[in-house]
């Protein structure tokens, strides 16, 4: 049996959603895969830190957080330790890194990647700035260190639609990618088809916890944009940024657009999209009007899918769940699940 020691930056819900997967399936994890994971540190912007090299109680770290209490009360060796102090001291093998995402700069995040993997620590996050801005760099640094740098979560949470492009599909010659890459523009959409307004759908999608903190960056398409680009940098290492994908989201599509579209058999899904043309890669997310005997049109709600094209397989598809604390959660047991096969 092998036990990994985890150091957790951030515990909001995709940290919480981790440690309650480690509370439920530790006895299969064994049973299954010879490994266990356990939670020597804790660091959070808000809610303190605690680092106790014999392991921490998951239970006791839930109840700590769910009921307000700073994480810095708790015993340990050291509390109130930032980030920084916290890499730099801890013993430990794998950080997982859930603090906020920045699109624009990627930061706090990719410093805390950037510092752990040259400690020679593996990294799993699920944060869509550093692997969307500063992927290659970071990878590098993951090769020099010979450690393993995952990011599952960072598109459609524990739906493996990275695992699939990047070890089932490559080999097949990845030539297009198709998605419905964002749950709360899909969720506005179908219930618009529904008859309720464009605002009352995204009041209700933020309700639900499905839009980022800034919703402009989903109806906007910039949260799908960032999706696209980590696709084209991990599966195609094609060296992208935003600014590179053309970028549309949903906000000019109106209830009569909807209707018309239904009308032709059709229906409006935002769509990311990578394809390798003569002229080079072509990255976009644009609102378009799909046949309803197409896969992705059959895709409703908070739901997420993905079509991979490929030279000898042809369309691959896989439809799943693109947030939510215990999902995204889970796509931290699935990186941590590889570094335990691969490292
Ligand atoms: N706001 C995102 C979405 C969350 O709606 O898909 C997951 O990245």
Redesign the pocket.
């Known amino acids: 049996m092998k036990t990994h020691r985890l150091i957790l930056v951030g515990f909001g819900n995709v940290g919480q959603g981790l440690a309650q997967l480690l509370l439920d399936r530790s006895a299969a994890l064994a049973a299954d895969f010879g490994c266990a994971f356990q939670i020597v540190g804790v660091c959070t912007r808000s809610r303190g830190s605690v680092y106790a090299s014999a392991g921490l109680d998951a239970a006791v770290l839930l109840e700590a957080v769910q009921s307000g209490t700073s994480l810095s009360t708790l015993a340990g060796d050291a509390t109130g330790w930032s980030v920084e102090e916290t890499i730099a001291n801890a013993e430990a093998d794998i950080l997982v890194e859930t603090s906020y995402t920045n699109l624009e700069t990627g930061e706090p995040a990719t410093g805390y990647i950037r510092q752990a993997l040259q400690k020679g620590w593996h990294v799993s996050t699920a944060n869509k700035g550093p692997v969307a801005l500063h992927f290659a760099e970071l990878a590098a640094i993951a090769k020099q260190n010979n450690v393993l740098l995952q990011a599952e979560g960072s598109v459609m949470s524990g739906t493996p639609a990275l695992a699939l492009g990047l070890e089932q599909m490559k080999a097949a010659g990845v030539t297009q990618v198709r998605g419905i890459l ?3 523009t899909n969720y506005i959409l179908t219930q618009m088809e529904d008859g309720m307004s464009y605002a009352d759908a995204l009041a209700k999608a933020q309700e639900l916890g ?3 903190a800034d919703p402009a960056g ?1 109806v906007e398409g910039h ?1 799908a944009a960032g999706k696209v680009v980590i696709l084209a940098n991990m599966l195609l290492n094609a060296g992208i940024g935003p600014a590179d994908v053309d970028t549309n989201g949903i906000t000019n599509i109106s209830s009569a657009d909807i209707a018309a579209a239904a009308a032709a058999g059709e229906r409006w899904k935002l769509i990311g999209s990578l394809e390798t043309t003569a002229d080079g890669l072509k990255a976009a997310v644009q609102p378009m009007r799909i046949s309803l005997s197409h896969p992705l049109a059959s895709v409703m709600g908070a739901t997420n899918a993905i079509t991979y094209t490929t030279e000898v397989m042809g369309d691959v598809t896989l439809i799943g769940a ?2 939510g604390r215990i999902e995204t959660g889970y796509s931290v047991l699935l990186d941590l699940l590889a570094i335990h096969r691969l490292a």
Do not use: L
């Open positions: 964002n749950g709360t499905y839009a980022e989903d949260d693109g947030a």
